[in-house]
T-cell receptor, first 116, second 113 residues
Framework: GAVVSQHPSWVICKSGTSVKIECRSL??????MFWYRQFPKQSLMLMAT?????????EQGVEKDKFLINHASLTLSTLTVTSAHPEDSSFYIC????????????FGPGTRLTVL | GDSVTQMEGPVTLSEEAFLTINCTYT??????LFWYVQYPGEGLQLLLK?????DKGSNKGFEATYRKETTSFHLEKGSVQVSDSAVYFC????????????FGKGITLSVRP
């Protein structure tokens, strides 16, 4: 199956700093990638849809200036949490549908962010 | 809006026990329904899916039937194994929703030897 990687797998940062998370499709191209946030014992909440070569589409209630998304190539999307605060601590997951297969989405292993 | 409701967990079973995980949904139109599984330390993987009413998805001994009349997509397995221990998510994707998935809360299954 198609593989999606995320880097880093975990990160600890100080309050006020910015953190960048990478999502890569390793063996397929993805014009669209999705970013989710998962709180403990809760569902995955879609944050935004990342579109290659254009602006991301954010879900209602998600601050686009806080969660910067860049989809510069067909295999890479990045999520930057700017001026992070403890309430941003969470598990961030990306997914990508394989453009050639259409239906199925492939998920990255997630990134655990802890803001002190 | 669309929503998915899963039964509360966690669930602990002995090996070879019968498994049912309930999932109901609310959606307009005719959504596709999915079960995803997340093994420890790994990303979500598609377990099975059904795209229309009365379809049955199956994989690795797991089954789920798309029931439009009860808006349900319950996951079943006749005999669970220790290796089935994981978190299970029910999800839907509505038509014309450019592949956006709506997830349930997930349920943790632990299978004892």
């Amino acid at each position: 199956g198609a593989v999606v990687s995320q880097h880093p797998s975990w990160v600890i940062c100080k309050s006020g700093t910015s953190v960048k998370i990478e999502c890569r499709s390793l063996d397929f191209q993805a014009t669209t990638m999705f970013w989710y946030r998962q709180f403990p014992k809760q569902s995955l909440m879609l944050m935004a849809t990342s579109n290659e070569g254009s602006k991301a589409t954010y879900e209602q209630g998600v601050e686009k200036d806080k969660f910067l998304i860049n989809h510069a190539s067909l295999t890479l999307s990045t999520l930057t949490v700017t001026s992070a605060h403890p309430e941003d601590s969470s598990f961030y997951i990306c997914s990508a549908p394989d453009d050639l297969r259409g239906d199925e989405q492939f998920f990255g292993p997630g990134t655990r962010l802890t803001v002190l | 809006g669309d929503s998915v409701t899963q039964m509360e967990g966690p669930v602990t079973l002995s090996e070879e026990a019968f498994l049912t995980i309930n999932c109901t949904y609310t959606a307009t139109g005719y959504p596709s329904l999915f079960w995803y599984v997340q093994y420890p330390g790994e990303g979500l993987q598609l377990l099975l899916k059904a795209t229309k009413a009365d379809d049955k998805g199956s994989n690795k001994g797991f089954e789920a039937t798309y029931r439009k009349e009860t808006t349900s997509f319950h996951l079943e397995k006749g005999s669970v194994q220790v290796s089935d221990s994981a978190v299970y998510f029910c999800a839907l994707r509505n038509t014309g929703a450019n592949s956006k998935l709506t997830f349930g809360k997930g349920i943790t299954l632990s299978v004892r030897p």
